[in-house]
């Protein structure tokens, strides 16, 4: 019994503290208080960071291929809601079946969930035939780990190019170049 009324009290608890949490929501600063913060407060100052590095990664559809090519990411540090934009470039090539492929995409990562959201265009050819696509991925980042599922959505149909179509592949970037750039907010001009 003890036990149940401490689960109660762990549920409601939240719900009664509520009206306390939204009242001081406003005592954040607004964009506008920032401006009247001298210049050199660090808080004025933006922090964005630049990575770019190649990556390697396995793509498993009905066909199993591996991957190689090279990514740029971008993000703002922030407490509140960061986000992480890349574009890639790369090559697969089925072994089995003698096809090459080519993506380039961009991938966007909001908030502290990791979980990605993007698209890719496609270029396949078996070296007789070619075909051109479009493929919405969405993922899970985690480290320099990325796992992403998505559909092409081919121009040749897929069993005349033997291609993936649903695939699930698995990435790990290699950052060797990292750009820090702290920046001063612009005050805005009247």
Do not use: C
């Amino acid at each position: 019994m003890r036990y149940i009324k401490s689960i109660i009290s762990l549920i409601i608890l939240p719900f009664a503290l509520l009206p306390l949490m939204a009242s001081t929501q406003t005592t954040f600063l607004a964009d506008s208080d920032i401006e009247a913060i001298p210049p050199d407060f660090i808080g004025v100052r933006k922090l964005s960071i630049r990575r770019s590095g190649p990556y390697v990664g396995l793509q498993q559809g009905k066909y199993m291929l591996p991957e190689f090519g090279v990514e740029k990411q971008w993000n703002r540090v922030k407490l509140r809601k960061p986000i992480t934009h890349a574009g890639h470039m790369g090559f697969n090539y089925n072994l089995q079946r003698n096809v090459l492929g080519y993506d380039a995409g961009y991938w966007l990562k909001i908030g502290r969930m990791d979980l990605t959201f993007g698209a890719n265009l496609v270029f396949r050819t078996d070296f007789d035939r070619n075909t051109l696509g479009l493929t919405p991925v969405v993922g899970f980042k985690f480290w320099q780990l990325h796992l992403q599922t998505g559909y092409h959505f081919l121009t040749a149909p897929a069993r005349d190019m033997e291609t993936n179509t649903f695939f699930i592949s698995l990435r790990f970037v290699f950052i060797n170049d990292r750009d820090w750039n702290w920046s001063k907010k612009q005050k805005k001009k009247d």
